[in-house]
C-alpha cells in the first residue's frame, strides 16, 4: 500500500461549481498535513496546511480525518485559474523532516 | 527575497557524463531535499539534509551523491548519467517539517 495514495483524475469540472479530493495515508503516526498544488511545468507550491480542527482559506476547506487517516480539500465556487495538480503531503514523524507526496489530482475547470 | 534557487533550469547531457545540479535558499532553513518526478510517479526523495553537516539517502538514491556544502547551499551530483535519469529535478527546503516546503523551479535533464 501506498504511504499517500489519491485519485489521479482528472477532474473536469464547469467553472463555478464545487468539487473535493481526498487522499488516504498509510501511517497513522503521521502529524504533519498539507495540500499543494502544482502547474503545469511548475515548482509544487503550499496550498494550505490541515489541522486537525480544519481550516479554511477563502474558497478552499481542508480536513483532516485522523480516524479513518484522510485528508480532504473541497474548492467552492471554482475558477478557471484553480485548473491544476493538487498534491496531498503528509510527514509522518517529528524530527524526522521527511514529507511524503501523493502522485497528485489533476483538475481542470471548463468554461 | 530569492527563496529556492536552482541552477541550471536545462540540461542535455550524454549517457556516462556527470553533472551537479545546484542549490542555495536564503530564507536560513535547516533542511534541505532533492526530488525527482517522474510522470505517473509523482515526487521521490533522493536525498535530503537535516541540518548543515548531515546528509541521509531517501527513497531513490542510486546513482546520486549530494553535498551540503553550507547551511545555504545543497548540490546533487550525477557521477555517471544514465537515461532512466532524465527527470524534473526539484530542491526543496524547510524550517521544520510543519511548515512545509519550499520548492525551486526545478532542472530538466535529459539523458540521451
Known amino acids: 500500500r501506498k504511504e499517500v495514495e489519491q485519485d489521479p483524475g482528472p477532474f473536469n469540472v464547469p467553472e463555478g461549481a464545487t468539487v473535493a479530493f481526498n487522499c488516504t495515508y498509510s501511517n497513522s503516526a503521521s502529524q504533519s498535513f498539507f495540500w499543494y498544488r502544482q502547474d503545469c511545468r511548475k515548482e509544487p507550491k503550499l496550498l494550505m496546511s490541515v489541522y486537525s480542527s480544519g481550516n479554511e482559506d477563502g474558497r478552499f476547506t481542508a480536513q483532516l480525518n485522523r480516524a479513518s487517516q484522510y485528508i480532504s480539500l473541497l474548492i467552492r465556487d471554482s475558477k478557471l485559474s484553480d485548473s491544476a495538480t493538487y498534491l496531498c503531503v503528509v510527514g509522518s514523524n517529528f524530527g524526522n523532516e521527511k514529507l511524503t507526496f501523493g502522485t497528485g489530482t489533476r483538475l481542470t475547470i471548463i468554461p | 527575497n530569492a527563496g529556492v534557487t536552482q541552477t541550471p533550469k536545462f540540461q542535455v547531457l550524454k549517457t556516462g557524463q556527470s553533472m551537479t545540479l545546484q542549490c542555495a535558499q536564503d530564507m536560513n532553513h535547516n533542511s534541505m531535499y532533492w526530488y525527482r518526478q517522474d510522470p505517473g510517479m509523482g515526487l521521490r526523495l533522493i536525498y535530503y539534509?537535516?541540518?548543515?553537516?548531515?546528509?541521509d539517502k531517501g527513497e531513490v538514491p542510486n546513482g546520486y551523491n549530494v553535498s551540503r556544502l553550507n547551511k545555504r547551499e545543497f548540490s546533487l551530483r550525477l557521477e555517471s548519467a544514465a537515461p532512466s535519469q532524465t527527470s524534473v529535478y526539484f530542491c526543496?527546503?524547510?524550517?521544520?517539517?510543519?511548515?512545509?516546503?519550499?520548492f525551486g523551479s526545478g532542472t530538466r535533464l535529459t539523458v540521451v
Open positions: 539534509s537535516a541540518s548543515e553537516g548531515t546528509t
Open positions: 526543496a527546503s524547510s524550517p521544520r517539517q510543519v511548515n512545509g516546503y519550499t
